[in-house]
């Protein structure tokens, strides 16, 4: 299995494929473009049928190996049964295959059609980035190990990413994690989460500042090639191709068991921001799995959903981006949305390079085929099975009210954005499954602004916030920042 940039044109640098472990420890290719297969690999119905069988980990390990061509079979059977296992997964349901992973949970089953939620929150940081980032914790410490290097993450976090990072690298072999977070500006139960960490390889720093801060002293400190290089700094954003095709997994996952047979279709409706969630529904579609609709729920920052409804791309200023109650999807563009309008233009490298070069010029691009327009793709979105939905602060609270008094389930703000787009959408005869992308516990403010009552907390995280916390506050400046790295890569 060979890798491409969406911009490798015949001028590009990146056109060169390359292999799944060359491209594990980077970011972007050099052109600037994100990876993707030189082609999707098929799934045939014998193989579905085969796997309906299979635990999560063997699930995982069949449909990666078909990605991860150049990792020995054996390895990554070891990598995917240590990563999708009950130790890590603390609340998965036990069933006949030792821990459904993801279990599904029915909601409604009447003449309007069926409503489901698929729990991807069971791993240690109680959201669904866990499913991706414990695999690449595993596979990280595996690659590094095999080429005798080392790697330090670098990242920003206002809250999810931060916290998946770091609990799946913690105690890795070769890697450390430096995580910048605002100063008293993240939840006291995120918060608790990471800094209660002890481990000697994670790093949180606090810095004096906001969101925006951190970022760009992350910036500053990785536009500086020769430190970046010194210091073998790497990231783990939500563009890393192992993210994206760890997320393949549970559509198979949730299709398998909503279904009997391969003549069934599901739909899904997924919780969005940086497309990188509905981006993975999107590869297991086009690899064979019978997904009827891919529906991308979004809150009040909709610039995907703008773009399903209208054909117009427009990035948002970072002042016009609202802090909302579902604040992992407060994006202004969707970093992985390129890896889909490549495949919607045809997969025409150079086309890809000029649409986004047009989102840094102008801040947006056109496929409606309107006079003027950049191209009239859009009308191809359909055959894609995408459709789309918004959902406000005041739909997230009537929602999470409506589910509790209906179900007896408390949702998270991310999940009650999916279900609120997810009613709108359901159809009779094809089961609709909306993946539950945290809980609630996470984000109790908003719960308790819903219901009166506080989240449950699973066990284990009753007292988090009482744990002794291991941070050091800095200033916002680069020259600490990385004599700060410097000191502690000791390269
Ligand atoms: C990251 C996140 C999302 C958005 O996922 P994308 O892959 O960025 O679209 C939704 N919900 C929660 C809880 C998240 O942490």
Redesign the pocket.
Known sequence: MQYVSTRATSASAARNPQSFSDILLAGLAPDGGLYLPAEYPQVTGAELDAWRKLSYAELAYEILRKFATDIPDADLRDLTARTYTPEVYRNARADESGADITPLRVLEDGANGKLVLQAL?NGPTL???DMAMQLLGNLFEYALARNDDELNIFGATS???GS?AEYAMRGKRGVRVFMLSPHRKMSAFQTAQMFSLQDPNIFNIAVEGVFDDCQDLVKAVSNDLEFKARHKIGTVN?INWARVVA?VVYYFRGYLAATTNNEQKVSFT??????????AGHIARMMGLPIERLIVATNENDVLDEFFRTGVYRVRASNETLHTS?P??D?SK???FERFVYELVGRDAERTHALFRKVETHGGFDLSGAPGSDGDEFKLVAQYGFASGRSTHADRLATIRDVQRQYGITI????ADGVKVAREHVQPGVPMIVLE??LAA?FNETIVEALGQDAARPAGFENIEALAQRFVVMQPDVGLMKAYIAERTGL
């Open positions: 929150s959201a669904f980035k809250g999810d990413t998946a939500s997320q997924v919780p969005s921001g940086n497309f990188g969630n509905v981006c579902s992992s999807m994006i969707a970093s992985n998270d703000t991310h999940t992308t945290a996470k």
